[in-house]
């Protein structure tokens, strides 16, 4: 008798394929890297200089041992600039990709689903939002917001801090919190139009998904649309989602950049990394290394993110062959 063979998940099958893509794994490792020293190393003691603390006398330093990286023009410390703006750079790309994913996949499992006039129409609004111009509607979406953004912030480190907290606490948990509170209106801005693309990719699965026997057999069984839809067809869509999610999150990231670049994005005096690009690029010529730094760690993130996102189309392909 021969032994029996143990059967193994898609899921698993398809971590095997990723295991093998060395571009894949090496875009994990180093973002893993870069998502622990943004993330983590802030919160790590005084490891950090003040990345906000300006000292004229220590201007443009070279990279050395009490500046990694070197100074910028008004002496601050590069090294803890770049991971500050990092840690904002990666929320943007995160929290604004997870909105745009989020409201791109009940437009298009509704509309692949629901079929009829419901798709028409809804397609119909998909194509009309493609037309606008992209990046004015952005800008003015994030001005109309603005306003909201002081009471978040307070509302925020009231929440964190307690009302009762003494000021240097207040001032502390204000200095971490306002960063990200005061881009929410950016995150609801290019999240608000970033779902265009993916809504077209999950009714275009939803559609083909929902025509096969398995869903067939359970509407014969009674179960509810929506059980179905997200229960048995949008598990069995997540491959493309998954892609497409990857492959949003450099995009978004480039396109916060390209609004800090241009003085919409990050308020002064802090930083991401399309704001330390745009600071760089002005004293390029004196002090190359303000752009080289930030402009690096931009770039292998955005490079990590492409190469995973290819590796688990590769990967997630369900006509690739099982070994």
């Not at 929320?91 to 009940?106: H, P, Q, Y």
Request: charged content about 15%.
């Amino acid at each position: 008798m021969t032994p029996e063979e143990k059967g193994t998940s898609l899921w698993y099958d398809a971590w095997l394929r990723l295991r093998r893509n060395r571009a894949a794994m090496v875009g994990i490792v180093i973002l893993a890297l870069i998502v622990f020293t943004c993330v983590v190393l802030p919160w790590v003691g005084d490891f950090l200089k003040d990345p906000n603390k300006t000292d004229l006398v220590h201007r443009n330093l070279r990279p050395g041992s009490e500046h990694w990286f070197g100074t910028d023009h008004l002496g601050r410390d590069l090294f803890a600039r770049v991971i500050f703006g990092g840690r904002i750079s990666i929320a943007v790309g995160l929290i604004t990709t997870f909105v745009a994913v989020t409201i791109g996949v009940v437009w298009g499992a509704v509309a692949g689903y629901v079929g009829g006039s419901t798709d028409a129409l809804l397609m119909r609004i998909v194509d009309i939002l493609y037309a606008l111009p992209f990046l004015v509607i952005i800008i003015l979406l994030k001005k109309i917001l603005e306003p909201m953004t002081d009471d978040l912030t307070e509302s925020t480190v009231n929440l964190i801090a307690g009302k009762e907290a003494p000021l240097k606490k207040l001032s502390d948990t204000r200095n971490w919190v306002e960063p990200l509170t005061t881009l929410v209106p950016v995150f609801i801005a290019i999240g608000a139009l970033s779902w265009l693309t993916v809504s077209r990719i999950v009714r275009a699965q939803v559609q083909s998904v929902a025509s096969l026997d398995y869903v067939e057999a359970a509407r014969s069984l009674g179960l509810g649309h929506l059980r179905i839809l997200f229960r048995h067809i949008l598990p069995n869509s997540l491959g493309p989602i998954i892609v497409y999610t990857t492959l949003t999150i450099p995009g978004v990231m480039m396109f916060e950049a390209t609004l800090s670049f241009l003085g919409l994005g990050v308020k002064a005096p802090n930083s991401s990394w399309g704001v330390l690009i745009q600071e760089g690029a002005n004293f390029m010529l004196t002090n190359p290394m303000q752009l080289f730094f930030p402009s690096l760690f931009f770039s292998l993130t955005l490079f990590s993110l492409n190469f995973l996102g290819d590796g688990l189309r590769d990967a997630l392909d369900p006509k690739a062959s099982k070994d």
